[in-house]
């Protein structure tokens, strides 16, 4: 099977649109591609949630590609896209390493707030995963609404300077191919697992979540080869989360 990966030359620039990730999907759309608006009006998140674009400088993007659904873990690929994000803004804002993480499974913090959301939409047919890969990054601005204060920040403390957003998109389109091949190689998997974890906010953290209908708290051991978070409970159970629940939180 011949796979699909994102496609320098296959980039579309909206002024707005309701949402990237509904736009691209549409078949007209060959995968390879990706787009990026300067507006979205019915941003998507995890769930029933919505990705609310803040400040004068927000990437809106998303990619649409296909991979051999026998090769793929998708919690995996969550994952390592993220990681791939955090990796272009390291890559740019090189003083952002000091305090901005992943946080597991599909996040960018700065510090405690949230600066980016990544939602992967996939759909299976024939052995095959066609995938969306909707990516929301808040660059700058002047003010956070105030219901949303607690919660979100944005990833510089300035305007950006000309040209870099889209160089920037240039770049995490590279990064994110990269983590997709990273995933058809168990070793690299691995060494990108250790990555991941020493750039994770939940790192030694204890949390506390609903699981099998119950509640549980303890600590967390790392992300498993699937994509899954480890953790081990107060009573020395070790369990596996697959997602998190409306409950989780951070102790």
Not at 52 to 81: N, T
């Amino acid at each position: 099977m011949e796979y699909r990966l994102l496609k320098a030359e296959l980039g579309h620039r909206l002024p707005t649109v309701s949402s990237t990730n509904e736009w691209i999907r549409d078949v007209s759309i060959p995968f390879g591609s990706w787009v990026i608006a300067e507006e979205q009006t019915a941003g998507k998140g995890r769930g029933q949630n919505v990705w609310q674009s803040l400040g004068e400088d927000p990437l809106i993007f998303s990619g649409k590609i296909r991979i051999s659904a026998a090769e793929i873990s998708l919690p995996l690929l969550s994952i390592f896209v993220s990681s791939a994000v955090l990796k272009t803004i390291y890559l740019f804002f090189p003083e952002r390493e000091e305090d901005t993480t992943v946080k597991w499974p599909n996040d960018i913090y700065r510090g405690d707030k949230k600066v980016a959301g990544i939602l992967v939409q996939s759909e299976f047919t024939n052995g095959i995963f066609e995938v969306v890969i909707g990516i929301g990054l808040n660059f700058f601005g002047k003010s956070v609404p105030e219901i949303l204060k607690e919660k979100a920040t944005f990833l510089c403390d300035s305007a950006l300077e000309e040209g870099l957003l889209e160089r920037f998109a240039n770049q995490l389109i590279i990064a994110i191919n990269q983590s997709v091949i990273a995933l058809l190689d168990q070793g690299q998997i691995l060494k990108d697992l250790v990555w991941i974890e020493d750039h994770s906010l939940l790192k030694h953290k204890v949390i506390e979540t609903e699981w099998q209908s119950r509640m549980v708290r303890g600590r967390v051991l790392g992300i498993d080869e699937l994509g899954f978070l480890l953790i081990m409970t107060e009573t020395g159970e070790k369990i596996e989360l697959m997602d998190t629940s409306p409950k989780f939180r951070i102790i």
